[in-house]
C-alpha cells in the first residue's frame, strides 16, 4: 500500500514539474522570434541597453564584472557606465571619467554584416577624450562592445541586450 502512495505521489510531482516548465506556451522557435523582434526593434529605434558581464582589457586577461555596468543607446546619446582597465596615456588630474560619461554620439552607422548580425559603430567626444565604439549584436541579443579611444588602450566587453 505504501509503495501506491509514494508511486503516485512521484507521479503527481513530475506533472506538476513538468507543466511548470511549459508555462507561457511558446515554443522555442517562438521566443527566439520574439527575442529577434525585440532586438530589431532596439536597434531601429536606436534605444537599447547592453548589460555588460564581461571585460577584456588590452594585453590583459578577461574578467568576469559583477556590477551593473551596461551602455545605453537612446537616440543622440549614449550613457556609458563600463569599468576601465588599461593604461591611460594622457589624463586629466585625479582620472578623469574614464568609461563613464553621458555623451552626444557622432556617424552612427549600422550594417548588418551576416543574417543573424548588426554590427554598429560611431564615436563620442566627452570632454577628455574620442572614443569609438564598435558594436556586434546577435539576433539572440547576446553583444560585443569594443571601446578605441585615444588616449587610453582599447578594451573589449561581452554582453546581452535587456528589454
Given at each position: 500500500m505504501m509503495r501506491k502512495i509514494a508511486f503516485t505521489l512521484i507521479m503527481l510531482v513530475t506533472?506538476?514539474?513538468t507543466s511548470c516548465g511549459t508555462s507561457n506556451?511558446?515554443?522555442?522557435a517562438e521566443r527566439e522570434a520574439a527575442?529577434?523582434?525585440?532586438?530589431?526593434e532596439g536597434l531601429d529605434t536606436?534605444?537599447?541597453t547592453i548589460a555588460v558581464d564581461w571585460m577584456k582589457p588590452l594585453g590583459g586577461m578577461a574578467r568576469h564584472v559583477s556590477s551593473n555596468y551596461e551602455l545605453k543607446v537612446a537616440g543622440e546619446t549614449v550613457d556609458s557606465y563600463l569599468p576601465y582597465i588599461g593604461e591611460a596615456y594622457?589624463?586629466?588630474?585625479g582620472g578623469g571619467k574614464g568609461l563613464n560619461f553621458k555623451g552626444k554620439i557622432e556617424n552612427y552607422t549600422i550594417t548588418y554584416p551576416t543574417s543573424?548580425?548588426?554590427h554598429i559603430e560611431f564615436t563620442v567626444n566627452n570632454g577628455e577624450d574620442v572614443y569609438h565604439f564598435?558594436?556586434?549584436?546577435?539576433?539572440?541579443?547576446?553583444?560585443i562592445i569594443d571601446v578605441i579611444a585615444q588616449d587610453r588602450d582599447a578594451v573589449s566587453f561581452d554582453g546581452e541586450m535587456i528589454f
Open positions: 506533472v506538476l514539474l506556451g511558446l515554443t522555442k527575442v529577434t523582434r525585440q532586438v530589431q536606436r534605444h537599447y594622457r589624463l586629466p588630474y543573424n548580425r548588426s564598435r558594436i556586434d549584436v546577435f539576433n539572440n541579443g547576446k553583444s
